[in-house]
């Protein structure tokens, strides 16, 4: 990943629609729309989708789009919808009023702190194999905003997933740093996927994968910074609604990490109980009791390391921030791996959701009904 993204970029610039769908602003919405407008790209426009003018970003909008760039910032209202999730609803207003002009549909959540050359890299393997990739994708690093805990095993179990990224058989697109063709986007099925959908992404992933049978192409330059701002009752509000749209998404998926979760889990515990239980009948046993526990706990270690160091590589100018996430990667793996297990039980149950104040009954990949 490291040396892929060490890569020069080829000069190659297809003019891109870049889609944001937007509500509310936090302390982080302006440098993150400061970062979109400062793309070393030059033939792009930003088109930014919110569900009312009346949400205060709006004005945000406004004066970026004067003082910056006012021929590249395009504001649309959606207004509301009873028959998808509002993000996707913001994202089909948004291409609405694009043309055929625009060859390259690219996708940012408003939350997320793109660098410099996350567009061209994005764009970019869209041009090279046309009849081989059908989208590419990028991922989030959460960043912890303060000290809390929750920030730090957010980032730690977050990162466990995006180190699962990477081989064609298992990349899915991730809806905050996604990008395809136009063209693909309606040949491919996904705007008529996007008509009953909650998940813009898990669409995605099913269209290109699936129906056209493509492959969806990550690109290590295009990881981006979220900024971690949970606590206690947020983090498991938001683990436990992320999993529970990829088990209706995405069951195969889900079903993994739960497996994964819990052989973990089951490991590193059974190891030093069977340990205390074997020393009444062998010394031999003990010993081995410890070792596989030591053994796991050593590549837990390791591999917590690894993300760390590709983290450092992937977004030096968040390190300072994600090395407070150190001691979660590196010695408190079985307490994230706990935590993670927790969630995913959580969300074994029910197919309700809230989300930016909305509720949704999520009955299929495809299919939404909005509650109130």
Not at 56 to 63: A, D, F, I, K, T
Request: charged share 15%; glycine share 6%.
């Amino acid at each position: 990943m490291r040396r892929i993204a060490a890569q020069e970029l080829d000069k190659n610039f297809p003019q891109v629609a870049v889609i944001v769908p937007i509500k509310g602003i936090d302390e982080h919405t302006p440098e993150n729309l400061r970062a979109l407008l400062d793309q070393d790209y030059p033939n792009y426009h930003l088109i930014f989708a919110v569900e009312s003018s009346d949400d205060p970003v709006c004005e945000l909008l406004h004066s970026l789009s004067l003082t910056q760039a006012p021929e590249r910032v395009k504001l649309v209202v959606s207004g509301h919808t009873q028959k998808r999730g509002q993000k996707v609803h913001n994202q089909l207003a948004a291409i609405d009023t694009t043309t055929e002009k625009d060859e390259i549909l690219a996708f940012m959540d408003a939350d997320a702190h793109p660098n410099p050359r996350w567009l061209h890299a994005l764009v970019l393997p869209l041009t090279y194999h046309p009849w081989y990739i059908g989208a590419t994708t990028g991922y989030r690093f959460y960043v912890p905003a303060n000290n809390h805990p929750a920030n730090g095993i957010l980032c730690a179990i977050n990162a466990k997933i995006a180190g699962l990224i990477g081989p064609y058989r298992w990349t899915a697109a991730w809806g905050g740093s996604m990008a395809m063709r136009r063209n693909d986007f309606f040949s491919y099925g996904v705007f008529r996927a996007w008509q009953g959908a909650l998940s813009d992404d898990f669409a995605v992933t099913y269209c290109v994968k699936k129906i056209a049978r493509s492959r969806i192409h990550f690109v290590p330059l295009c990881m981006v910074a979220s900024a971690g701002t949970f606590n206690w009752r947020t983090l498991q509000e938001f683990a436990v609604r992320q999993y529970r749209i990829t088990r209706v998404c995405a069951l195969s998926l889900w079903f993994s990490a739960f497996i994964g979760a819990l052989l973990f889990c089951l490991t590193l515990l059974s190891a030093p109980i069977a340990a205390i239980i074997a020393a009444a009948f062998s010394q031999r046993l003990w010993w081995t009791g410890l070792a596989v526990f030591g053994a796991v706990y050593l590549l837990a270690i390791w591999r917590g390391i690894l993300l760390l160091r590709n983290a450092r590589k992937l977004l030096p100018d968040h390190w300072p921030e994600i090395r407070q996430a150190r001691p979660w990667f590196i010695m408190g793996s079985p307490l994230v791996q706990g935590f993670n297990l927790f969630y995913l039980v959580c969300s074994c149950f029910g197919n309700t959701i809230t989300w930016r104040g909305i509720r949704y009954k999520m009955k299929s990949r495809t299919q939404t009904e909005v509650l109130g």
